[in-house]
């Protein structure tokens, strides 16, 4: 049950079943849309999940207050399936709660608190009850992402129909943690604060010794109800603020936010655009795995290693900033669009730079690949087994390291992938080792994707106007209230955009789906049943970003 026609007669099976519990919306070739009462979700999921032979990959879960529009509260479930086909299922007419899928689904733990949290909406059965974004300690009834009702300032969003709320307090309360029992066992605090520059985390171990029985991961200390800020919005000031989500993702979430846009108005983007921002994902993911190297030299000290991939990834981004104007290639890619193309001797020094640095790579690589010392840190040391893998829906290269050759590239090709014919690079063991190989032959992966780009008949139709690039036409408005999606392997995994416009053309509901907010859930369980010291490895052999996952 995976094709198109497969999963249609399924429904419609359902639907003669059952006539009021399912309803048909779009339905194509490559994507479906299904309508459904919320107490069926739990029957569908079972049958969708477990059922087929090989298991949709979850992209997204939406909540969205849609009750000005008759709907009352709705959730969205994007499952993409093998042989490129992608089902929504929209549960509408939810009042108060929903049944929860995260003892099915586990990869839904924090989207359904999330909901919860934001939007006020109680996850029938969910097996975990504490708070998520919200930390303990803000005013109750406060559920930002709900539409303001006339009795209700506009800056609240509490309770509709119901007493508005008059102000907005925050009087922090204890966070929940597992206690650590038993003799011999102790608790060792982390952060949230930390020795650097990232952002603020909180982890909490319980040992006994060095070795870790259980890790809790506490974020959202710096959530910045990004989502909210985008509401009214129009497409180009969502886009500013999209690409600052995170500032070393700034291409892959410009990426899946313009493919939504482009969706939503039936843009048709030139080849030669769609080849350069091949070059501009491409460019955004070596100076990426080329930094989670060095860091996971730092991980253990290994200060040659480090250094040597940094200065490596610093030649790399001061080649974005010389021929795209920024180092983190911020700015450059509009609805239908790009905006900076490196023309004559500007293209020529680009393949040239990239050679060369190709060439450093090549022979620094070998420090760390051949240090016996790094290995027996590395090998078989925060392991992710496949299984866990799958169900925490994890993604990226974590989820290549443990077997899953899933690569948003090869399976639902966007851009130029398909012509390329991008391979996922996968490894088996799922340790430190094999996220940190994974990683590697993506690198070599990426010079050849870009050399075969620069130096092929890509981008030939290339045409230039104020150094910018042609928008792609536009042919009709979209209709209020219709939604679209779009998808970018960043490098860390698969980044999610999912976008309803009002009856305006502004945005009415954007939801970021990171993919370092897919991958925070796994790395716990890699921690567990190692050593205290290994932790700092484990974790930046995961790479996750605060800044995206806090958005």
């Keep these: 049950m995976e094709s198109s026609a497969s999963l249609r007669n399924y429904f419609e099976e359902r639907v003669l079943k059952q006539p009021e519990g399912f309803s048909f919306g779009l339905w194509t070739k490559n994507e479906g849309l299904v309508w459904l009462k919320p107490a069926c979700l739990p029957e569908v999921m079972e049958q969708l999940w477990l059922k087929v032979p090989s298991r949709p990959l979850l992209m997204t879960h939406v909540g969205n207050d849609e009750r000005s529009l008759g709907h009352g509260f709705v959730i969205y479930l994007l499952l993409h399936f093998p042989g490129d086909f992608t089902l929504t299922l929209g549960a509408r007419g939810i009042e108060k709660s929903f049944p929860s899928l995260t003892l099915l689904c586990p990869a839904l733990n924090w989207p359904e608190r999330e909901v919860r949290d934001l939007l006020g909406l109680h996850p029938d059965g969910h097996p975990d009850p504490r708070p998520l974004v919200l930390h303990p300690g803000w005013t109750g009834g406060f559920y930002p992402l709900r539409k303001p009702c006339p009795e209700t300032p506009a800056s609240i969003g509490g ?109 048709e983007v030139p080849r030669w655009i769609l080849g350069w921002r091949t070059v501009l994902a491409e460019l955004e993911r070596l100076y990426n795995h080329v930094g989670d190297i060095g860091n996971l030299c730092a991980g253990v000290g290994f200060a040659l290693g480090n250094v040597n991939a940094l200065q490596n ?43 060369e640095l190709e060439q450093d790579f090549e022979e620094w690589l070998p420090l760390i690949l051949e240090h016996d010392g790094f290995r027996q840190r590395a090998i078989t040391t925060g392991v992710l087994s496949k299984q866990s893998a799958l169900d925490l829906g994890v993604t990226g290269p974590a989820a290549r390291a ?39 032959r993506e690198v070599k992966q990426s010079f050849a994707l ?11 139709d290339t045409v230039e106007q104020g150094g910018s690039a042609l928008n792609g036409s536009e042919p009709f408005s979209p209709q209020p209230y219709s939604f679209a ?42 921690v567990q049943g190692n050593i205290v010291p290994d932790f700092p490895l484990i974790n930046k052999s995961f790479e996750l970003c605060y800044s995206c996952c806090d958005r």
């Design 159 to 267: 309770e509709c129909p119901g007493e508005a709320l008059k102000e907005v307090s925050f009087n922090p309360q204890p966070l929940s943690f597992t206690e650590a029992e038993g003799e011999g066992t102790f608790e060792i605090p982390v952060g949230p604060v930390h020795a650097g520059i990232i952002e603020p985390g909180h982890f909490r171990f319980q040992t006994i010794g060095e070795t870790v029985l259980h890790l809790d991961a506490q974020l959202f200390y710096t959530h910045k109800g990004i989502e909210k800020l985008l509401e009214g919005k129009d497409l180009e000031e969502g886009l500013k603020i999209v690409e600052r989500v995170c500032g070393v993702c700034a291409v892959s979430h410009a990426l899946a936010y313009c493919e939504a846009v482009e969706k939503l108005k039936g843009m």
């Design 313 to 355: 990834k610093e030649q790399l981004q001061r080649l974005n900033h010389q021929l795209f104007g920024h180092r983190f290639l911020r700015g450059n890619i509009t609805p239908g669009g790009v905006k900076k193309i490196p023309q004559g001797e500007e293209r020529a020094y680009l393949q040239r730079r990239l050679a």
């Design 450 to 460: 870009l050399a075969e780009l620069l130096e092929g008949d890509f981008l030939q």
């Design 402 to 440: 443990s077997g899953i050759s899933q690569d948003w590239r090869e399976r639902h090709a966007h851009l130029l992938y398909e012509e390329l014919k991008v391979e996922p690079q996968v490894e088996q063991e799922g340790d430190v080792w094999s996220r940190l190989m994974v990683r590697v």
């Design 485 to 526: 999606w779009g998808c970018a392997e960043s490098p860390r995994g698969t980044d999610v955009i999912w976008l309803m416009l009002d009856d305006e053309g502004k945005i009415y509901r954007c939801r970021i789906r990171s993919a370092s907010y897919a991958n925070w859930a796994a790395v716990p369980l890699a």
